[in-house]
């Protein structure tokens, strides 16, 4: 039995927490999936190794389940100016002590250090059916752990110090040898990838116009940093960061407004799709009592935030290097728009709301026409020749099964997304949409062909297309009162 889960992205959010003076989180926000989730999903596949009977349990956690990019670490209590965006053969010494001390900090958090509890039992043979230690007993049938990094923990496999770290965490052996790039099964027929090598904006190469893909990619492709990792670290988490120079937690703390502004900014990069950015940014919730603040007054509590970002971007090496490499030089695209928005400097002579609304439509525009990973996972050698049935792979945080084939000569062969186990922030299709927040987890089970999949009576089956899939996704309180 072969079960995959990905993007668990364990994050570090201590940093984030806005505290009164008795050191209590006046403005915080948990992306980190409560380690219950997992406890109950180990507790199911017991169940299900049984009723399957199954002879081992081999559980893959397909990449991006340490999030050492996600944290403002980057620029508290650093003098230098160590960054991820580097390849991971070539990271130093203090480069390498910047990412243990970001792993030392996500493992503090408490739902990530029960979660790795629950990892590690299992990497042990161990379970347990409730938080109580007497519900402690053996897992069923013999368990392989397996872990490869994919995006967000690229520098998980950068040194052997790190390496031997993360095996320690997971309950792993193998001390501080390489981690794998992709697996491959046999029986049943998958292969797993992370998923980060179909978006060419967080990759290092675009395969993007490759007729057939390679199962093995080279090593340095997956060393190499991409576009994603310095928009991750220089956008995504200097934001919040900038916002909390230039207001002072004191205002924070006693702005309703602020405080609703900053956790929006804590959580922009959930948000599908990303062309309602603004709206959401600019949308005071709900609970904000009268009078009601305008979207316009909103802008202008950012807009000095945005122009110091851009102006220690701009001129960046890295962001300048990858938008050329990015260019679609025979059409216009949004990446001739951020080129222009730089050259220009547009934003030193401000900018008023609409200017900005307008822009951002621009840059989104080509979101929904880009191609899906499935269409990349169609190019596979492996699906061409049969030899994998499923191509397996999360990133994207979406959820979702596609027939990528299907012949007399090798049946049928699927891609199979295994979404996100954090937080996703949903938009409306109206003009001026609502969100909506879900806390969602998702698994596949791939049986072995003489293992009992449920459907063929009791006994073993020859058959080899069966594979469970489950996405279970809860509501949360989108509007509630900041920093509960």
């Known amino acids: 039995m072969l079960v995959v889960i990905s993007d668990l992205h364990f994050e570090e ?28 999903l180990i507790t199911w596949l017991a169940t299900e ?21 996600r944290t403002t670490l980057w620029f508290k209590e650093d003098p230098t100016d160590a960054r991820p965006y ?60 397996h872990y490869f990094p994919g995006n967000h923990d690229r520098l998980a496999a950068a040194t052997p110090a790190i390496r031997r770290e993360v095996r320690r965490l997971l309950g792993l052996s193998g001390d ?3 981690f794998p790039r992709v697996l491959s099964f046999d029986d049943p027929r998958v292969l797993v990838r992370h998923g980060h090598e179909y978006d060419r904006y967080n990759f290092s190469k675009d395969y993007g116009d490759v007729e057939v893909l390679s199962a093995q990619l080279p090593d340095g492709e997956y060393d190499a940093p991409a576009f994603g990792d310095f928009i991750t670290v220089e956008v995504a988490c200097r934001l919040p960061f900038l916002f909390r120079e230039e207001h002072g937690d004191d205002e924070i703390r006693s702005n309703e407004v602020l405080k609703a502004v900053y956790l929006r900014l804590l959580e922009f990069d959930d948000l599908r799709p990303q062309s309602a950015l603004f ?11 009268e009078p009601r603040i305008t979207s316009e007054e909103v802008w202008r509590g950012l807009i000095p935030v945005v122009q110091q970002l851009l102006d220690d971007i701009c001129d960046h090496p890295f962001l300048r290097d990858w938008l050329r ?13 951020l080129q222009g928005l730089l050259d220009l400097r547009v934003w030193r002579r401000g900018i008023p709301l609409r200017a900005a609304r307008s822009l951002n439509e621009q840059v989104t525009a080509g979101e929904g026409r880009s191609t899906g990973p499935e269409h990349l996972a169609a190019r596979e050698d492996v699906v061409r020749d049969g030899s994998a049935r499923y191509v397996v792979a999360g990133h994207t945080h979406n959820p979702k099964v596609e027939l990528l084939a299907a012949d007399s000569r090798h049946g049928q062969r699927y891609y199979v997304d295994t979404g996100t186990w954090r ?32 459907t063929s009576g009791g006994g073993p089956t020859t058959q ?16 509630r009162e900041p920093g509960r």
């Open 86 to 145: 580097v390849s991971s053969t070539e990271v130093d010494q203090e480069l390498e002590d910047k990412a243990l001390r970001i792993l030392s900090a996500i493992v503090t958090e408490h739902e990530v250090s029960g979660s790795l509890e629950v990892l590690r039992l299992l990497a042990n043979g161990r379970y347990r059916e409730s938080n109580r230690p007497e519900s402690e007993r053996d897992f069923p049938v013999p368990v392989t752990l």
């Open 13 to 40: 959010e201590d940093s984030d927490a806005i505290k009164d003076a008795e050191g209590r989180p006046v403005t915080y926000l948990s992306r980190n999936t409560p380690a219950e989730a997992y406890r109950w």
């Open 176 to 178: 501080e040898a390489p």
């Open 423 to 454: 937080n996703r922030i949903l938009s409306t299709p109206q003009e001026r949409p609502g969100f909506g927040r879900l806390r969602s987890g998702t698994y596949a089970i791939f049986y072995r062909s003489d293992e009992n999949p449920g």
């Open 325 to 337: 490499k990015l260019e679609k030089r025979w059409r216009l695209d949004p990446i001739d728009i």
């Open 279 to 289: 709206d959401f940014l600019l949308t005071v919730p709900d609970t904000i009592p």
């Open 464 to 479: 080899e297309a069966f594979f469970d899939y489950w996405s279970g996704i809860y509501t949360m309180a989108m509007n």
């Open 49 to 69: 190794a049984r009723r399957s009977e199954a002879e081992r349990l081999d559980l893959v956690l397909a990449g991006d389940i340490f999030d050492l990019h």
